[in-house]
């Protein structure tokens, strides 16, 4: 596994001691689906931290091509506006639409994607026998909840933008509007995504400590 591969060992011990000696209320479907889900997220997350690693490097060749044009024109007294206006044109040779938007495409699907099945585990781990109801992730709810499934009811302005690039953030959902984001900013996928990580842990960790004593 790519990114869950810890927090898989600890749900799959979850289900083989239940199997053995189940809990009450213990559930095999839940938890079949369980790892089921946590499988997909971890393909999710692999390709997209792929596709926004692409966007990434994109996004710093184009940049030094500029900062070279820019520095070039200053070397040589060339007006930087129109000298940039002229070699515009390179910019799509290096840019290749395409593949930028075929890539983009996938990246949105990818990390909506993740949001709906993170809220789905999340859900199955609040309604499992011994996990419970306390397990939470900010993140992952509050982006399902306001900018995917009900900006209509959020209070915010729609908009239509997705964020990406940023090595550490990851792609961020309906970013650069100054009023939304003064009200709720997703702080990015790899930052949401790592949150869920790290509360599954603890409630599974909190789990198998309680079945040692």
């Known amino acids: 596994?790519?990114?869950?591969?810890?927090?898989?060992?600890?749900?799959?011990?979850?289900?083989?001691?239940?199997?053995?000696?189940?809990?009450?209320?213990?559930?095999?479907?839940?938890?079949?689906?369980?790892?089921?889900?946590?499988?997909?997220?971890?393909?999710?997350?692999?390709?997209?931290?792929?596709?926004?690693?692409?966007?990434?490097?994109?996004?710093?060749?184009?940049?030094?091509?500029?900062?070279?044009?820019?520095?070039?024109?200053?070397?040589?007294?060339?007006?930087?506006?129109?000298?940039?206006?002229?070699?515009?044109?390179?910019?799509?040779?290096?840019?290749?639409?395409?593949?930028?938007?075929?890539?983009?495409?996938?990246?949105?699907?990818?990390?909506?994607?993740?949001?709906?099945k993170a809220f789905r585990l999340r859900n199955i781990i609040r309604y499992s026998a011994g996990l419970g109801k306390s397990f939470e992730s900010k993140g992952i709810r509050n982006v399902r909840n306001i900018l995917i499934e009900?900006?209509?009811?959020?209070?915010?302005?729609?908009i239509h933008t997705f964020g990406l690039g940023v090595k550490e953030f990851g792609p961020i959902l309906k970013s650069g509007n100054q009023y939304n984001d003064s009200k709720f900013k997703d702080p990015g996928l790899f930052i949401n995504a790592s949150e869920f990580k790290t509360n599954l842990e603890k409630i599974l960790i909190n789990y198998k400590n309680k079945k040692l004593l």
């Open 1 to 116: 596994m790519f990114y869950f591969s810890y927090v898989y060992k600890l749900y799959e011990k979850y289900k083989t001691e239940n199997l053995e000696n189940p809990i009450e209320g213990f559930h095999l479907g839940y938890t079949i689906d369980g790892l089921e889900i946590l499988e997909q997220l971890d393909y999710l997350i692999k390709e997209t931290t792929i596709l926004n690693n692409f966007f990434f490097d994109r996004n710093e060749v184009l940049t030094n091509k500029i900062n070279n044009w820019m520095e070039y024109s200053r070397e040589n007294n060339i007006n930087s506006k129109k000298y940039l206006i002229q070699n515009y044109h390179k910019i799509s040779e290096i840019s290749d639409y395409k593949k930028f938007e075929e890539m983009l495409f996938k990246t949105k699907l990818y990390a909506e994607m993740f949001y709906y």
């Open 150 to 158: 009900h900006p209509e009811k959020s209070g915010l302005e729609y």
